[in-house]
């Protein structure tokens, strides 16, 4: 698994840990644990706990919530649930800039240009980074 999605989680739920799964849960968990411990930050961090539990049978999933309702009202005493919102409105403000950039590339002129670009790009005649230049300059013009 990559450092980088270690890093995002919260609280790790490895589910599945019924019947024949039970042992290999155990043993992923274990290992989660062990690399989890090796990324630790100040003792003040947030440590990310890793349950193991089963979804079907409804083993283990209070446990879980309780993990996930330590970490809500974690971030509530250390300032980070605000700060995270605060983050997410960002990012949702860059989503919308995304998406209505990508959708002014639908008027009939910028659509134009996307379609010529890419064939330059596909019979090797513009790099992807001049495709690009072209693109934006047609919607730019609109």
């Not at 589910?15 to 290999?24: I, S």
């Not at 990324?39 to 706990?49: K, V």
């Not at 002129?109 to 019979?123: F, H, I, L, Q, Y």
Request: aromatic letters at 2%; glycine letters at 4%; a neutral charge.
């Amino acid at each position: 698994m990559k450092r980088g999605v270690l890093e995002l989680a919260d609280v790790i739920a490895v589910n599945k840990a019924d019947e024949d799964h039970e042992r290999t849960s155990e043993k992923a968990a274990r290992e989660l644990s062990g690399a989890l411990r090796l990324l630790r930050g100040a003792d003040t961090d947030w440590q990310t706990p890793v349950v193991t539990c089963s979804a079907l049978h409804d083993i283990n999933l209070d446990r879980v919530w309780q993990h996930v309702q330590r970490h809500r009202d974690w971030l509530v005493e250390h300032g980070g649930l605000e700060r995270k919102r605060r983050e997410q409105l960002v990012e949702w403000t860059r989503a919308i800039v995304r998406d209505r950039l990508l959708a002014r590339l639908q008027s009939p002129g910028a659509s134009e240009a996307v379609r010529n670009a890419e064939d330059a790009v596909r019979a090797g005649e513009l790099t992807p980074d001049q495709a690009a230049e072209r693109i934006i300059a047609a919607v730019d013009r609109r």
